[in-house]
């Protein structure tokens, strides 16, 4: 039937063209995601470089700030400690041990005197006496008194008793100083027990005078790695972290 083959070839061509009108449409639709999607990656891919070009300059900035700080840093230290050059700390007398007396300057006066055996030709004499918890710390004895002289008597006596308590003189360094001197502990033990020559010199440094040569190190660690090498038996230290050392680190990765 010659009819109805034409009307089904009719339908199969309005399916047809149905057909690739919806496969437009769609294929006009997926264009069109993809067009924005490129625009999405494109925003992105910005943003990515606008954002690692701000973390890189945070990180350059950080970098400066930490150095600025650890020059800070030093040179209060070296300031501190220079304010502190001309105090003695005496440690070990008992807390209490200076009774009603009306001056601490005069009980440290009469203690150092008495127990140190002070030739007549030192004339002591103190600017301010306290105990460390209830006072900031001051300018201690005057620089016309020797106080590098008082501190070599004390050291020579090593330590005397007062009140059945040893006490003993140091220099009045200040804390972070005073870390960076311990560190020297125990490479100083090892160059007694070696008969090696040193100095320990302010703020915190150590002068070793090996045969033939002499050696000044910074830092406890940089003179330990330099005795390991000889064959000196000790072990090397390992520096306390700061934040700065701790941010700089996470900075490299």
Known sequence: NEPAKLTDLETILHEIREFHHENFENLKEIKDNIRKTNNRIDEAEKWIVE??????NLEETTLELMELQKQVQTRMMDLEGRVRRENVRIHGVKEGAEGNAQSMTTVVENLLGE????PPSFELKLERAHRVLLLTYEHGIEELISKEELIKIAWQKKCFMYEERKVFLDHDYAPEILRKRKEYMEAKKVLREKN?????LFPAKLRVFYEGEMRLYNTAEEGMKDMVAPGLQVDVLKPAEDWTDETSRGLDR
């Open 51 to 56: 954002t690692e070009q701000r973390i890189q």
């Open 115 to 118: 127990k140190l055996d002070l």
């Open 196 to 200: 090696i020559r040193f100095q320990t």
